[in-house]
């Protein structure tokens, strides 16, 4: 869902996107490049990184490390890796609790196992929906960035700005993704108490 | 800090607050009683918790179950007891990480240890002159809560709305502690990054 809603968004803008999966020929990839027309291709993991000058990771959090690890250090290297995902653990039940937390992220365990990607955690606070529309909100909200190179977090800025944001806030290094994705749990407990995904968080000051 | 200010702003509201702390006579208590007016007493914890008719843990969170162990059960039970801690653990260097969260919280905990009180979490995802003065910030923002008892619920919102909160949202059972307190790291990181603790989240819809 949110790989397909950041694909399109991007095709849509004129962006080339290709979607990567497990494996090349994925119905629900293959469904998502007619629906995108001539900007949307698709293919395995690999294919996908090798093709992207910029590469997302819109993976779930608890498969990111295996599914990076199919799409090749190699295809990685010195790109910017937006990161998106949140490593929410479903096995113990609902709520979900988180994998990695306090003293560690997944941000930092991708961008460890991954040296020479420039790693940026952004987008993992909010619905996908919202992610690439942000206007279908009232009022001023925001987005948060984590990593360690400042010229990764301009471009990333700039797509974001690209998306439609105004707000953007950036955290700091990548340890500053501890922040954001420990606020999943927080994220879970308000669409419990509002009874909608539609929502995002802005900092008064 | 944060019992001071919370006691201040009560006993400014016309409210009779006993501060306590491990000994009757503290420096730091009487220099508050002293500035609080008539309404302003210190004494021991217990002193404090079976003066109230509803209690405030104002203490540090790593300290909180020890500090309520001396205010005594026989104090607690039966009454609201408005937590506002955080299981900051400083003693791993800055920044700190949390000592309790992910499949549990301080609120929780101290529900469990204290069953016959009525534990609100509440005011912990904000800095103290916050707390009390809302109004300090421009534009709308929020505070949660989260406990078991509806009634006990239904008064800290009373008493939210006393210190000006327009905003309360009620996340849910003790449980949902967990959200707040897990929310510090990304309070800590914001501190950082806007290099004040004068702000605030609201949540946009």
Redesign the interface.
Known sequence: MVGAAIGGRLASLGHQVKMGSRHAGNEKALEWVKKNGTNATEGAFADAAAFGEIVFNCTSGGASLEALKQAGAQNLKGKVLIDIANPLDMS?GMPP??SV???DSLGEQIQRQFPEAKVVKTLNTLTCSLMVNPSL?????DV?M?GNDPGAKAQVSDILKGFGWKNV????DIT?A???E??L??????Y???Q?P????????
Chains 1, 2 share one sequence.
């Open positions: 113990k609790t988180l937390c306090n003293n909100l009232k009022g001023e909200h948060f984590s806030i950036d955290l700091g500053t501890r922040g954001t420990m606020f749990p927080l994220w879970i407990r308000l419990g108490a509002l909608t539609n929502f995002n968080v802005h900092i008064a000051r």
